[in-house]
């Protein structure tokens, strides 16, 4: 099992940047797709974005269709850290996030299809 930890979050204007960071322990993080989740209160825990185990070192990502090019997904299995950049934060980007390991690959989308998540961290966007 691998756990996980997440950094990063904070309070930022509209349009501008943060990056997540994702600290996993555990010998097995390069075998599983990582991912981040987001959840606003009140709503439903949302998919943002997966990145593929490491095969090769060739990775793929998937992402949800409201934060494709402005959010980037990588990880570092040297480090055993998966990192989300966000730039052009929108107001509704606002939540908390989480991330998650997956034994499914980038095709997992549900938080059903995730096995490990880190406790969380706020962002918050002012308008």
């Known amino acids: 099992q691998v756990q996980l930890v997440e950094s990063g979050g904070g309070l930022v204007q509209a349009g501008g940047s943060l990056r997540l960071s994702c600290a996993a322990s555990g010998r097995t993080f390069s075998d599983y797709a990582m991912g981040w989740f987001r959840q606003a209160p009140g709503k439903e825990r949302e998919f943002v974005a997966v990145?593929?185990?490491?095969?090769?070192?060739?990775?793929?990502?998937n992402y949800a269709g409201s934060v494709k090019g402005r959010f980037t997904i990588s990880r570092d299995n040297a480090e055993n850290t998966v990192s989300l950049q966000m730039n052009s934060l929108k107001p509704e980007d606002a939540a908390v996030y989480y991330c998650?390991?997956?034994?499914?690959?980038?095709?997992?989308?549900?938080?059903?299809?995730?096995?490990?998540w880190g406790q969380g961290t706020q962002v918050t966007v002012s308008s």
């Open positions: 990145i593929s185990s490491s095969g090769s070192n060739l990775y793929y990502a």
């Open positions: 998650a390991a997956t034994p499914f690959g980038i095709a997992a989308m549900k938080p059903s299809d995730f096995r490990a």
